[in-house]
Structure formats: C-alpha cells, structure tokens
C-alpha cells in the first residue's frame, strides 16, 4: 500500500529563515505527489502539485517542491517565512485509482 | 463558482445517537470524497462517490455510511456514535477521479461525541 511520512509533527522557524518541510513516499510507480495547506478553522487547500511534468513544481505564496526519486522524498521549500504560513500542511500521494493517501501533516510556526 | 459547502459547521451529539452530515460540491464537480481529521491519526480516508455510485471505500466500520444524490450532493451518516467518533470530517469535490485532479476542501463539520 501507498504511504506518505512527513518527518516531524511540528517545525518552528523565525519570521524571514527558511522553511523546509519534509516528506518521503512509498511507491512502487512514479505517483502524483500533492502538497495541501490548512489554516485554523478551515478546510485544505493546495498549494502544488507534482505530476512528472518537471521534478521542481513551484506553487501558491512562493512555495515549491523537489520530486527526488532516488530519495522518494517530495519536500516543501519556501526561501523566506512570514507570519502568514503559520498553517498545518500535509503531504498526499494519489496512487492510480485509489483515493489521496494523506501523511499525518507538519504543523509551522513562524517567530516574528 | 461556490465553494464545496458544509453543513452543519459544528455538532454535538451523545454516544448511541445517530449524525448525518451534509456536503454540496463545487458546481459541475461528480466525486465527492469524504476524510475524517483527529489530531492522533491525520486525515483518513471514509469513501469517494462518483455519479451517485460508491467508487472508494475506507478501512472504516459499518457504522459509517454515505450516499450522493443525482446532484452530486452527498451525505455521510454516522449511528451509533462512539466517543472516539469526535473528529472534522471533511468533504472534498473535484470534476472527475483522475489521480492528477486535485481536490477542493469544504470547512468542515466538527462533530464532539459526549
């Protein structure tokens, strides 16, 4: 079965430093890879996708993804934090014809 | 285009009872998925339902069940409520049931079992 990790439940970083999110995925074929974001009180929402276009996907507010399949890894990068990514963001992998598999998500803190 | 619209925002209920949630999709979207949030295990995923026919179905009990209508409205109900059914239970909407398309979140119902 298709899994996702996301390696640490809760990152912290200051207001400006770099964001590094990471996620590693179980597949035996090359999968769609999602990155979604959740603010308090509210549902998901995506922020990008991978699906075998290119292995660097940029998304919404200046986030962007490597796809590394000697690594199966997918991790999330944004140069410079604001308060305003303070969020849970969860990482998915959509095997063919089944439902998103989530990760149990990574939850930033951004310190001004 | 509305948003995929939840309903009710918020419930409590009492273990035994039975709960059914509501869940309009996107207009012009045919698959409506729903998932169960805890803080413990994530996001998990219940069933999918395309064209009123269940597509997808999650490793969960009986219990919980789920239906669309020929609107592509979707209800999920819930009897007998356990304590451990507290949870968000979120819908999502997308066109079709490509693996790339993504999916569009509703706010969720938050559901407490006392």
């Known amino acids: 079965a298709q899994s996702v990790t996301q390696l640490g439940s809760h990152v912290s970083v200051s207001e400006g430093a770099l964001v590094l999110l990471r996620c590693n995925y179980s597949?035996?074929?090359?999968?769609?890879l999602f990155w979604y974001v959740q603010y308090p009180n509210q549902g998901l929402q995506l922020l990008l996708k991978?699906?075998?276009?290119?292995?660097l996907v940029k998304g919404i507010n200046g986030f962007e993804a490597e796809f590394k399949k000697s690594e199966t890894s997918f991790h999330l990068t944004k140069p410079s934090a604001h308060m305003s990514d303070a969020a849970e963001y969860f990482c998915?992998?959509?095997?063919?014809?089944?439902?998103?598999?989530f990760g149990k998500g990574t939850r930033l803190s951004v310190i001004a | 285009k509305a948003g995929v619209t939840q309903t009710p925002r918020y419930l409590i209920k009492t273990r035994g009872q039975q709960v059914t949630l509501s869940c309009s999709p996107i207009?012009?979207?045919?698959?409506v998925s729903w998932y169960q949030q805890t803080p413990g295990q994530g996001l998990q995923f219940l069933f999918e339902?395309?064209?009123?026919?269940?597509?997808n179905k999650g490793n969960f009990p009986g219990r919980f069940s789920g239906r669309q209508f020929s609107n592509s409205r979707s209800e999920m109900n819930v009897s007998t409520l356990e304590l451990g059914d507290s949870a968000l239970y979120l819908c999502?909407?997308?066109?079709?049931?490509?693996?790339?398309?993504?999916?569009?979140f509703g706010s969720g119902t938050q559901l407490s079992v006392l």
């Open positions: 999502a909407s997308r066109e079709g049931t490509g693996g790339n398309e993504k999916l569009f």
């Open positions: 991978y699906t075998s276009a290119a292995t």
């Open positions: 339902y395309f064209s009123e026919t269940q597509r």
């Open positions: 597949s035996s074929v090359p999968p769609y």
């Open positions: 207009s012009g979207h045919r698959s």
């Open positions: 998915a992998v959509s095997p063919i014809n089944t439902p998103l598999v």
